[in-house]
C-alpha cells in the first residue's frame, strides 16, 4: 500500500472507531447506524473517485443500514462471560463477541461493497437481494433457535441468529451472481471487525484488573470499530471496483438524504434525548429535573441546525466539484454525533468524560490526515481473494482468541460483571 492508502485507511479506521465509541451513549440499531454511516462518509472522502461522489448518499445510505440492522444483537452478557475466571467460559465469550463483531462487519463491509460494485452493466437487485436476506434471516432462527436450541446468551435475545441467516444469504448471492469484490470486503471485515470486539473486551478486563481510570466499556467498542474500519477500507481500497458513469436518481438521493439527516437523529432523540429519557440518564445529577429538560432543548436545537445545515448543502453532495460542501457536510454529520454525546452523558451540568475529549482530539486528527491523503487510493495493489490464505488468517486469529482467554484468566480471580456460560 502507499502512503495515500495507509492515511486513508487509517482516516476510516479512526472515523468508525470514534463513531462506535460515540454509538455506546445511544446503542441500538440507530445508534450503529450513525456511527456506520460516518466510517462510509470518510471512505468515500478518502477515496478520490468522482464516480463514487456522485452516488454518495445511496453509498452512506447502504452502509448505515448493513452496520446499523447488526445493533439488534444483544451482548452485553457475552461480554461478562470474557470476563470469567476460568478458561471455557472466558474462551466461549471472547469467541461469540467474535462471532457477533464478525456479523456487524459481515453485513456493515457487504453491503457497502455492493454498493460499490452495482453498475450500469451489472446492477445489484436489491428488492431481490432484500427478500432472500430475510428469508435467510427467518430459516435461521426457526432452524438454530427454535428447532435445535443453539442459545448464545440465555435468557436474552438471541437475534445473532437472524443476522446470521440474512448475513449467509447476502455472500450466497455475492458468490452466484459474482460480486466478487464485494464478497472479498464482507470476508475481511468480517474478521476485521469480529477480532475487534474479541480483542476490545480482552482490554477491557486488563483495564478493569489494573484500575484504569476509564471508560474500558468504550475502548471495547472503539475496537470495533477501528478494526472493522480498517479491515473494510483495506479491502475495498485494494479491490477492482467498476466505474459508474450516471448519477444516482434524484429520488435516491432524496431517500437517502432524508433517511439519514432526519430519521436517524430523530429516533436517537426519541430514544436518547428527549426529556423522559435524560431524567433516567441523568438520576445522579443535582437538578436532575431542570439539567433534563434544557439538554433536550438544545439537543432538539442542535439537530434542528444539523439538518439545516445538511439541507443547505445537499445539492453540492453529489457534485464532481463538491468536495468542500462534502467536507462540511461529513464535520456536521460527524460533530453533531459527538455533542450529543457530551448533552446526554450531562455536559450542561458540569459532567465531562475523559472519553468524550478523546472523541474531539480523534476528530481533529481525521481532518488533518484528510489533507494528507493526495492520491486515488482505490484500485492500487489490487489483490483477488485468496481462500488459503483467508482459511489461514481465520484459524490464526482463533488461536490468538485462545491465547487471550489464557492471560486473561491468568491476571484475575473475578471481576464484577463477569459471568459464567457454562457451571464447572
Known amino acids: ?36 454511516a460516518i466510517g462510509a462518509m470518510a471512505l468515500v472522502l478518502v477515496s478520490k473517485r468522482a464516480d463514487w461522489y456522485r452516488k454518495m448518499l445511496p453509498i452512506v445510505f447502504v452502509a448505515a443500514i448493513g452496520w ?4 439488534m444483537i444483544s451482548y452485553g ?67 438454530l433457535v427454535n428447532q435445535l436450541g443453539v442459545l448464545m446468551t440465555p435468557p436474552r435475545s438471541e437475534a445473532w441468529a437472524i443476522c446470521l441467516g440474512g448475513g449467509l444469504a447476502m455472500l450466497w448471492y455475492m458468490a452466484r451472481n459474482n460480486f466478487s469484490s464485494s464478497l472479498r470486503v464482507a470476508l475481511f471485515t468480517t474478521l ?15 483495564g478493569t484488573v489494573l484500575q484504569i481510570n476509564f471508560n474500558m466499556w468504550n475502548v471495547m467498542e472503539y475496537s470495533i470499530g477501528f478494526f472493522g474500519g480498517t479491515s473494510m477500507a483495506y479491502t475495498i481500497f485494494t479491490s477492482k471496483w467498476p466505474e459508474t458513469e450516471k448519477s444516482a436518481k434524484s429520488w435516491e438521493n432524496q431517500v437517502a438524504f432524508l433517511f439519514l439527516v432526519a430519521l436517524i437523529p430523530l429516533i436517537i432523540f426519541r430514544e436518547s434525548v428527549q ?32 439538518i439545516l445545515i445538511a439541507w443547505f448543502f445537499r445539492k453540492n453532495l453529489v457534485a464532481d466539484n463538491g468536495n468542500t460542501a462534502r467536507r462540511y457536510f461529513f464535520a456536521a454529520y460527524f460533530g453533531v454525533y459527538i455533542v450529543l454525546s457530551y448533552l ?9 468524560h475523559l472519553n468524550h475529549h478523546l472523541y474531539v482530539v480523534n476528530f481533529i486528527v481525521i481532518f488533518i490526515l484528510l489533507n494528507r491523503v493526495e492520491l486515488s487510493v ?7 481473494m485468496n481462500y488459503e490464505k483467508y482459511r489461514l488468517l481465520f484459524f490464526s486469529i482463533l488461536v490468538i482468541i485462545a491465547l487471550l482467554a489464557l492471560v486473561s484468566i491468568s491476571i484475575h480471580d473475578g471481576i464484577s460483571g463477569a459471568h459464567n456460560r457454562f457451571e464447572l
Open 344 to 352: 446526554v452523558t450531562g455536559a450542561l451540568a458540569g459532567s465531562f
Open 1 to 36: 500500500m502507499n502512503k495515500s492508502q495507509l492515511i486513508g485507511t487509517l482516516i476510516v479506521g479512526m472515523s468508525l472507531g470514534t463513531a462506535w465509541a460515540v454509538r455506546g451513549q445511544f446503542g441500538h440499531e440507530q445508534g450503529a447506524a450513525w456511527a456506520g
Open 192 to 206: 476485521g471487525a469480529g477480532f475487534g470486539f474479541a480483542f476490545g473486551n480482552f482490554l477491557q478486563t486488563v
Open 77 to 143: 452478557r457475552v461480554v461478562g462471560y470474557g470476563r470469567a475466571d476460568n478458561f471455557p467460559n472466558a474462551f466461549y465469550g471472547l469467541l461469540m463477541l467474535f462471532v457477533i463483531g464478525g456479523l456487524f462487519g459481515l453485513l456493515g463491509g457487504g453491503l457497502t461493497g455492493l454498493c460499490l460494485e452495482s453498475s450500469e452493466k451489472k446492477k445489484v437487485k436489491w428488492a431481490r437481494l432484500m427478500a432472500e436476506m430475510v428469508a435467510g434471516s427467518l430459516i435461521s432462527y426457526g432452524l
Open 378 to 384: 482505490v484500485g492500487l495493489n489490487i489483490r483477488k
Open 68 to 71: 446499523g440492522v447488526t445493533g
Open 275 to 306: 426529556y423522559s429519557e435524560l431524567v433516567k440518564r441523568m438520576a445522579n445529577l443535582p437538578n436532575t429535573e431542570q439539567v433534563a429538560n434544557l439538554t433536550a432543548w438544545v439537543g432538539a436545537l442542535i439537530l434542528s441546525a444539523g
